[in-house]
Nanobody, 116 residues
Framework: QVQLVESGGGLAQPGGSLRLSCAAS????????MSWYRQAPGKGRELVAG????????NYADSVKGRFTISRDNAKNTVYLQMNSLKPEDTAVYYC?????????WGKGTLVTVSS
């Protein structure tokens, strides 16, 4: 069955870094665009970053531009989110999503807490 499993979350200090991973299985990963979303306590889910199926195109929310980098390894069926210069407002549950046309799959999320 389809699985998206996020990992790499945890506690980081302001200004620190974390690298999230999302391992995919059960579908043809290299045909799907991948995205990272996040949901902070009491807020709606928002798009953080996206990457095309071949990795040639990326986009970012204004709030993370210059600090976060999305990448993918199609040989490993994995998408990554490198998060640098973390801020307390980056605290959220981070989810990865696979999308192709009307098909989409979501992971269960990984918690990132930025606090001193």
């Amino acid at each position: 069955q389809v699985q998206l499993v996020e990992s790499g979350g945890g506690l980081a200090q302001p200004g620190g870094s974390l690298r999230l991973s999302c391992a995919a299985s059960g579908f043809t990963f290299e045909m799907y665009a991948m995205s990272w979303y996040r949901q902070a306590p009491g807020k709606g889910r928002e798009l953080v970053a996206g990457i095309s199926s071949d990795g040639g195109w990326t986009n970012y929310a204004d709030s993370v531009k210059g600090r976060f980098t999305i990448s993918r390894d199609n040989a490993k069926n994995t998408v990554y989110l490198q998060m640098n210069s973390l801020k307390p407002e980056d605290t959220a549950v981070y989810y990865c999503k696979a999308g192709m046309g009307f098909k989409e799959y979501w992971g269960k999320g990984t918690l990132v807490t930025v606090s001193s």
